[in-house]
Nanobody, 127 residues
Framework: QVQLVESGGGLVQAGDSLRLSCAASGRTFGTYVMGWFRQAPGKEREFVAAVSWSAGDTYYADSVKGRFTISRDNAKSTVYLQMNSLKPEDTAVYYC????????????????????WGQGAQVTVSS
């Protein structure tokens, strides 16, 4: 099993950058698919980004493509989400998620593909 703990959230202004980290416990982190989701007030949780176990494949929501970058360091059991050019609409609680295995590319985008979740980190972007 994997336990996930997010950090790095905060309050920033529009146009600023922020990096979220997700530290994982467990010896098999390097084999897990990792993703980031977010949930804004009054909205459903949505996919943000995901990375394969080898970091060879990355996936992004259209709303963050070109601004956010997901990466991982398997030696540190950590996955990152670098967020640049932040907008007020990026305000949300950001959740780190992990999956032991995802077979289909389309499945990377779905919450049900991930069995492990962090507690969430608040990101607030002021205009």
């Amino acid at each position: 099993q994997v336990q996930l703990v997010e950090s790095g959230g905060g309050l920033v202004q529009a146009g600023d950058s922020l990096r979220l980290s997700c530290a994982a416990s467990g010896r098999t982190f390097g084999t897990y698919v990792m993703g980031w989701f977010r949930q804004a007030p009054g909205k459903e949780r949505e996919f943000v980004a995901a990375v394969s176990w080898s970091a060879g494949d990355t996936y992004y929501a259209d709303s963050v493509k070109g601004r956010f970058t997901i990466s991982r360091d398997n030696a540190k059991s950590t996955v990152y989400l670098q967020m640049n050019s932040l907008k007020p609409e990026d305000t949300a609680v950001y959740y780190c998620a992990g999956s032991e295995q995802i077979y289909y590319r389309t499945s990377y985008y779905y919450q049900r593909s991930y069995g492990y979740w962090g507690q969430g980190a608040q990101v607030t972007v002021s205009s």
